[in-house]
């Protein structure tokens, strides 16, 4: 009998999770379809690492390799540093023999970031809002602040120094091993990298970013920002780019204390204190200085005399510069745009935001947005069309910064990109970061194909989103152009003219198709969802996968953490599982084809009228504590769903247990919201006590008692 897998991950969608899957493997268990759970989450990682679990990662990668793969992958924790830290922290005190991170680095570091996404990710994606979802959201708007050309809102960029600006890209002209090296002022050379595979027809890229640069970027912007008094917040993705974006991170730190780390330089550096971990780090690890008094006062002398920084939690003081994690750009920018350009200052106040995105490469989207918005006012959401997305991810493809072809200059010198001839090469400055990767032949056909194939099913405008007048996109162009040439409605346009094209024709009501690489696909499957349907977790992202399988991505997980900390304050969660329930609406109808069985594809089709009515009753969760939160909205659709199959040709199956549950429904529902509105404990945050998280959120006995774990 084959199987559907469903990804067991971190924080807000492990939690909903846990009230969920009995519900679904009940239901599906009674079809004899089975439901296995892999865990791939941060702590799984951690201990699967020092073999105290199965590698659930490597079991996935191995799986999206055959052609029956069914996987369900939900949104897992991309880790930090300080997040990886924390999560070590919590499995010792949980009693695993683990080392610390400082003293096995090395072991850890395939854990760190994108982790996840490079193995399973065996496939390019195709992420669209379904119509019962666009519909939704037409009849029920969400919030779109207002815009006027008097706006006062920035997106900023440095001009010189960035990846952008130093990028350099070849197509491979034969199968061959590439290496990487170092090669400092004095002559010393360090092999870094000697194994990197190149097949004809892959592109290759390679690039470095100035952080002296960076630095004089982030002094002239914290200085404007102060004398235009906006908001400042920093937008990265520290968490994915485990490599680049903390360092980028750590020098905003640098500058905007600059008195703080230079006067204190020797204490900073006997704790073992750096920027790139964040002020939360900071101010932890100088609880053990005996300067930590003196040094907190320099600190608040720096918040006084600078901008305003923008607030993740304004009641409790976390900044913008608390945690590198926090403050994810595909996320955090959207949200920006849909509320004016403004976010939350120290008082809890909306105030217009100066953006800082140091890297150009996809900085122009969002301030093309911005400048759209700017001189045409908000999006409407009763009629604005739909952008969907075809994304380069398979094998790799651009996995910039998460992986292991980023490297820290550690002098002055050259890295060099060669194999028995030199490729590249890049004189850099101590500190600089340095960053390669490639795009495969397969992956990139595989593409195209995807790209072209919608563009002739949906007769959308299909749009490559390419900038010639970058190294990496020039050669993109020059493989895409032939395939397209013939076929009307493809074009090919830089990221700013694409975005703002984009949402011209969505303003006339029209739908888009954005065909991307692995970031964009990143960013504009948060920016359009968000703007369209309020949020992203709402999206449905199929991968077919090249051996075959399919896997099907939930949505996104930006929220997640915050919707965690509700729980843990309030006893109530307000994750919307309607990408889950897409996902597995999709699912069942690839086993269905897959395994040629009808049951499945009744399921499925039951499950599809279940989910259009979960949207036409509103039946998501409320954000109101004490009303129906993600343990109703479960049941809801649960009912939704055994209902439809009741009314089929499984009803000899289903009947009893949707007799039942309908039946009791008032009294299942008060059971599940009565205990709102308190704190509770889980155990941890990265490795929760399962049995405790379960009483949480599965207490309604009149449920349990009819739905088999």
Known sequence: MSEIVWTKTDESPFVASVSLLP???????????????????????????????????????????QKDANIIKLPNISATIPQLKAAILELKNAGFDLPDYENNPKIYAPILGSAVNPVIREGNSDRKSTKAVKDYAKNNPHFMGEWDAKNRAEICSMNSGDFYENERSFIAQKDEILKIKFIDKNG?????????????????????????????????????????????????????????????????????????????????KRLDIRGENGLKDIFLKLENSPKKDEIMAKFSQCFKENADVA????????????????????????????????????????????????????AGVYKAALDDFKERGKLDVRSIGSVSNIGLMAKKAQEYGSHDKSFIAENDGEFVVFSDNEYLKFSVKKGDIFRACIAKDEAIKNWINLAINRAKTSDNLTIFWLDESRASD?????????????????????????CLKTLSEIRNGKDVVSVTGNVLRDYLTDLYPILELGTSAKMLSIVPLLNGGGLF???????????????????????????????LNASLEFYATNCNNKEALILAKALDNAISQYLKTNSSPKPEVGKNDTRASHFLLALFWLNELKNGELAEIYADLADFLTANKDEILAQLNANQGQKVELGGWYFLN???????????????SRIEL
């Open 188 to 268: 010393k050379e360090t092999l870094l990298k000697d194994d990197i595979k190149l097949s004809v027809g892959d592109i290759f890229d390679a690039s470095f970013l100035s952080v002296d640069s960076l630095y004089k970027f982030y002094e002239n912007e914290f200085k404007d920002a102060k004398e235009k008094d906006l908001l400042l917040s920093l937008h990265l993705k520290a968490s994915m780019m485990k490599v680049s974006d903390p360092v980028i991170f750590g020098y905003a730190l640098k500058a905007f204390f600059k008195p703080v780390f230079d006067e204190f330089k020797d204490e900073f």
């Open 690 to 704: 399962e049995k405790v998280v379960a009483k949480t959120l599965r207490p309604s006995e009149i449920l349990n």
């Open 474 to 498: 020039k050669n993109m162009i020059q493989i895409v152009t032939p395939y397209i040439k013939n076929i009307k409605n493809i074009e090919i346009l830089n990221p700013q003219k694409a």
């Open 23 to 65: 519900i679904l493997k009940c239901i599906l268990n009674r079809a004899k379809i089975k439901l296995k759970v892999v865990d791939i989450s941060l702590s799984g990682r951690i201990l699967a690492a020092f073999n105290y679990a199965d590698d659930g990662l490597k079991i996935l990668g191995e799986l999206t390799k």
């Open 311 to 362: 607030m993740v939690d304004f009641k409790n003081g976390v900044t913008n510069f608390h945690v590198p994690s926090d403050v994810i750009i595909d996320a955090s920018m959207p949200q920006m745009l849909r509320n004016s350009g403004q976010m939350i200052d120290k008082n809890g106040n909306f105030k217009a935001t100066k953006a800082l995105i140091p890297d150009r490469t996809y």
């Open 553 to 583: 991505e939930t949505g996104a997980g930006g929220t997640a953490p915050l919707l965690t900390k509700e729980l843990l304050e309030q006893n109530h969660i307000i994750w919307d599982s309607l990408g889950e329930f897409l996902a």
